[in-house]
């Protein structure tokens, strides 16, 4: 008698976690995320770090430089077809999934290195302006007129994010030299890096970042 009463009892508590599941559900909470256009969400803020907050316009770059790194390796991998390569898997992600974190990282450790030089004031010199300005524009072109209106964002602000970007990386050859470690050991994901990391907070809006679909912001495909 007790075990039917048991088994009874563990059935209606099954249904009641079901119950509230598809409720859950029904509700929105358990919906797929809508994916947005990327150009439209451009003011809001998608990362809070140390206090700061950024909008999703402050990603752009990064968001465009991972859809073109990774249609390159689509085509190899599949010329006639590069959104089979962008639906396969890396790590339990698909790789649009992946793209996108990537894409995330390098932009919360570009902003505490340059943030990091800006505090001490490292400047870049007239060459390297001229270099991270002349790689801009090359990559502006690169991105075609679809691709420029798809981002949303002007050459001018490229050039911007290139700059920071230019910067952080000075001052992280600066300071892992400072640290006497490689500087490779403070790219995104080193081992050094991950410890500085844990110095700042940040918080990434996940409802409106995991709405960029990676491979359809400013690609044509």
């Known amino acids: 008698m007790k075990k039917e009463c048991a088994v009874r009892s563990a059935r209606r508590w099954l249904s009641a976690v079901l119950l509230i599941c598809a409720l859950l559900t029904l509700g929105g909470c358990g919906a797929r995320v809508k994916t947005i256009e990327f150009k439209e969400h451009l003011d809001e803020t998608v990362l809070e770090l140390d206090g700061e907050k950024y909008p999703l316009r402050e990603l752009a770059f990064y968001v465009a430089y991972e ?3 990774i249609q390159e390796q689509a085509l190899v991998y599949d010329a006639t077809n590069p959104n089979a390569y962008w639906n396969t898997h890396i790590n339990g992600h698909f790789m649009r999934v992946y793209a996108r974190n990537e894409a995330m990282d390098m932009v919360i450790h570009d902003l505490i290195f340059y943030e990091m030089a800006t505090e001490m004031g490292m400047e870049l010199d007239q ?3 001229d270099y991270a300005t002349g790689r801009s524009e090359d990559f ?3 991105l075609g007129e ?3 209106v798809r981002l ?4 001018e602000e490229l050039i911007e994010d290139l700059l920071r970007m230019a910067l952080a990386q000075k001052y992280q050859q600066l300071y892992a030299a400072m640290q006497n470690v490689p500087e490779e050991d403070y ?3 080193g081992a050094a ?3 500085l990391l844990e110095a700042h907070t940040y ?3 996940d409802r409106l970042w995991e709405g960029v679909s990676m491979g359809h912001v400013t690609l044509d495909q």
């Open 67 to 69: 859809e073109r790194l």
């Open 127 to 129: 060459d390297e302006i």
């Open 140 to 142: 502006w072109m690169d």
């Open 146 to 148: 679809t691709g420029q």
């Open 152 to 155: 949303g964002v002007t050459k």
């Open 187 to 189: 790219d995104a994901g």
């Open 193 to 195: 890096y991950e410890t």
């Open 203 to 205: 918080k990434i809006r």
